[in-house]
């Protein structure tokens, strides 16, 4: 089974940044297609941020571009979302989710899609 392990958020003043971090956690992973960072506002529905390929080719948001930057470490199986600038509107829980994660256990491969736990982000004075 794999899961995503994310960290890194927290409470910041208008302004500031945070670098988020989510991590697909298992010993037999092979390959992932791409990872993306989505949020949830209270009351909102979730919605797309930041999506990056294995390749890295990264697309944004139009509401964080030139604030927010993806990028991955494949030999971590882990990406990471640089949030620069926030702004209160920002406010959500971020959810990393894995497309398409390839694990290979006793021979036997599977591959699924999955989604971390959540990290709060809150931006306020």
């Known amino acids: 089974q794999v899961q995503l392990v994310e960290s890194g958020g927290g409470l910041v003043q208008p302004g500031g940044s945070l670098r988020l971090s989510c991590t697909a956690a298992?010993?037999?992973?092979?390959?992932?297609?791409?990872m993306d960072w989505y949020r949830q506002a209270p009351g909102e529905r979730r919605e797309l941020v930041a999506a990056?390929?294995?390749?890295?080719?990264?697309t944004y948001a139009d509401s964080v571009k030139g604030r927010f930057t993806i990028s991955g470490d494949n030999a971590k199986n882990t990406v990471y979302l640089q949030m620069n600038s926030l702004k209160p509107e920002d406010t959500a829980v971020y959810y990393c989710?894995?497309?398409?994660?390839?694990?290979?256990?006793?021979?036997?491969?599977?591959?699924?899609?999955?989604w971390g736990q959540g990290t709060q982000v809150t931006v306020s004075s």
């Open positions: 990056i390929t294995s390749g890295g080719s990264a």
């Open positions: 989710y894995a497309h398409k994660v390839i694990s290979v256990v006793a021979g036997i491969r599977s591959s699924g899609d999955y």
């Open positions: 298992s010993g037999s992973i092979f390959s992932i297609d791409a």
